[in-house]
């Protein structure tokens, strides 16, 4: 997170950062993981979106998260949508398409991959 938030401070005047918060990933009542256990990461599947929004501000805290954070709903429409799970970081242009897509995170993520697509994107060409 400290790089995506990085090129956020650097390109958050010219391209519009979203955490969308999908779903827990190795929820304690299903598949978990020892490193999360080890970290104290360990929650239950959300029930209800309220649920849900208490883990997604759970998140955005521990995390760091400097910008807007927006939880999918529990028909997972975000999700099915961009293949968003596990985590993933997407370019979204203003017409809608996909200009960047990482491989699932958290190991998939290359911030200079995203670096290079907003240098791309035209306002950044341009100099803001």
Same mark, same amino acid.
């Given at each position: 997170?400290?790089?995506?938030?990085?090129?956020?401070?650097?390109?958050? $005047?010219?391209?519009?950062?979203?955490?969308?918060?999908?779903?827990?990933?190795? /929820? !304690? %009542?299903?598949?978990?993981? !020892? $490193?999360? #256990?080890?970290?104290?990461? &360990?929650?239950?599947?959300?029930?209800? *979106? +309220?649920?849900? $929004?208490?883990? +997604?501000?759970?998140?955005?805290?521990? *995390?760091?998260?400097?910008?807007? +954070?927006? &939880?999918?709903? *529990?028909? #997972?429409?975000? %999700? #099915?949508?961009?293949?968003?799970?596990?985590?993933?970081?997407?370019?979204?242009? =203003?017409? @809608?398409?996909?200009?960047?897509? =990482?491989?699932?995170?958290?190991?998939?993520?290359? /911030? %200079?991959?995203? #670096?290079? +697509? *907003?240098?791309?994107?035209?306002?950044?060409?341009?100099? @803001?």
């Amino acid at each position: 997170m400290p790089a995506v938030q990085a090129l956020h401070d650097e390109f958050g $005047s010219q391209a519009e950062f979203l955490m969308v918060y999908i779903r827990e990933a190795h /929820p !304690s %009542d299903a598949w978990q993981v !020892s $490193s999360n #256990e080890r970290d104290g990461v &360990v929650h239950r599947s959300p029930r209800d *979106l +309220a649920e849900r $929004s208490d883990l +997604a501000r759970t998140c955005v805290a521990e *995390l760091d998260v400097g910008f807007t +954070a927006v &939880v999918d709903g *529990l028909d #997972e429409a975000t %999700d #099915e949508a961009y293949t968003a799970w596990p985590e993933r970081i997407y370019l979204v242009g =203003s017409d @809608g398409r996909v200009l960047y897509k =990482s491989l699932p995170g958290p190991f998939g993520f290359e /911030p %200079d991959e995203l #670096e290079a +697509a *907003l240098r791309a994107l035209p306002q950044a060409a341009a100099g @803001g």
